[in-house]
């Protein structure tokens, strides 16, 4: 049966804050397999994650910086001179296997494939050259090429559903970092499989709405600079949709003001919408965009409100439990940090409402910069501003 428990602390020492959240964390589970750690910039990372693993001898490790702060049952955690959150997972059912990676040559893909197959022989899981898929994988890397990681692991697994989030910091300036007990680096990626007989359930959404304003992607540049749609410049083209003027939308100022109304795309089937958010308005009225883009696709404009953003981060935790079909032993929820951002001073509303949602379940909530999830047929995708809620049994 699984076993979870969490446990936070904001002590300026990140030692001392390692310490105290690991003995936290680990009371009540006797047999630990993982641990999920997510801390704040601030923190000398090396000496957090030691102080941990001291805690947590033999245990592996794995997370990365989270944008302002985690929630737990405890609340929204957070301090100016660092905290950090952690979910420590173990019961006799379950078996993990964890890696992690810089990227290496520049390649991304291979970088996943080989991180992949460490973490299947790290579990004892592809001995004499044949694979055992795990049951479900967990993710992280920093923004910018999540989807080509995801192609890569895939080559070593096949489709297995993933959760997980891209590493943050707090001033969108590049300081994020991922890590394990093994490995800190702001460019890389790490894993963590799972093989269990409990079933895992994941939600992953944007909470919006769609609005009439479609258009198609005409030009991109690079994978992620969406330049036109239906041959105009894309920034003069949301305006359009918006009723703002394009001047409005330079720089940082398109990132805030597409919060509440960001860009969508659909899957093949027209099931799930993921977020496309727009990071940063260029001087050629093209678009940085936080994933990957396909000229000739559909792009619709969404719409939303902060209290809106504040409801589905908690209804969306009521899904997670529904879809799973029983009670969940954990809860892993990934919040986008630019919903966070939106929500500003008003995140405690968020942290009660998750609370009020899972009850006795343990949980926490990371913000990332990136989310990543799965839909019902096993299709993994990435996105921005959404939830990736994972319900594990």
């Excluded at 991304?108 to 694979?131: F, I, N």
């Excluded at 099931?271 to 396909?294: K, Q, Y």
Aim: net charge negative; charged share 20%; glycine share 16%.
């Amino acid at each position: 049966m699984l076993k979870a428990q969490t446990g936070a602390s904001t002590n300026a020492d990140p030692a001392q804050a390692g310490r105290e959240a690991a003995a936290k964390a680990k009371t009540g589970v006797s047999d630990p397999k993982l641990a999920f750690v997510y801390s704040g910039v601030q923190y000398d990372q090396g000496k957090l994650l030691a102080a941990i693993g001291a805690e947590l001898p033999g245990v592996p490790l794995i997370g990365n910086t989270s944008f302002t702060g985690v929630i737990t049952p405890e609340g929204f955690i957070s301090g100016e001179q660092g905290f950090v959150g952690l979910m420590l997972l173990g019961g006799p059912g379950l078996t993990v296997g964890r890696a992690g990676s810089a990227k290496i040559g520049g390649d991304a893909r291979a970088t996943g494939r080989k991180v992949a197959l460490e973490a299947l022989a790290a579990a004892g899981k592809s001995a004499g050259g044949r694979v055992e898929p795990p049951s479900y994988f967990y993710m992280v890397a920093p923004p910018g090429e999540e989807e080509f990681y995801l192609k890569g692991i895939a080559e070593a697994i096949g489709r297995v559903p993933v959760f997980g989030g891209s590493a943050a910091d707090n001033e969108i300036a590049g300081k994020w970092l991922l890590f394990t007990d093994q490995l800190v680096t702001a460019d890389g990626v790490a894993v963590a499989f799972f093989w269990t007989d409990g079933p895992m359930a994941n939600v992953f959404t944007g909470a919006y709405e769609e609005t009439g304003n479609v258009g198609i992607i005409t030009k991109i540049r690079g994978n992620r600079t969406l330049v036109e749609i239906d041959g105009q410049p894309a920034v003069e083209r949301y305006a359009g949709w918006t009723g703002k003027k394009a001047s409005e939308l330079k720089g940082f100022d398109l990132l805030v003001a597409t919060i509440t109304a960001p860009l969508g795309v659909k899957d093949r089937l027209g099931e799930l919408v993921a977020i496309r958010h727009p990071m940063n308005g260029n001087d050629d009225l093209s678009m940085e965009i936080g994933a990957n883009l396909a000229v000739n696709t559909a792009v619709i404009q969404m719409a939303g409100s902060v209290d809106r953003l504040i409801a589905s981060a908690g209804s969306t935790v009521g899904e997670a439990k529904r879809k799973l079909g029983g009670t969940p032993a954990a809860l892993h929820l990934i919040h986008c940090g630019g919903r966070r951002a939106g929500i500003g001073e008003r995140i405690g509303e968020v942290a009660a409402a998750i609370k009020a949602e899972a009850g006795p379940i343990p949980f926490i909530v990371e913000f990332t910069f990136g989310e990543y999830g799965s839909f019902d047929d096993g299709n993994n995708t990435t996105g921005g501003l959404m939830l990736s809620y994972t319900a594990l049994s």
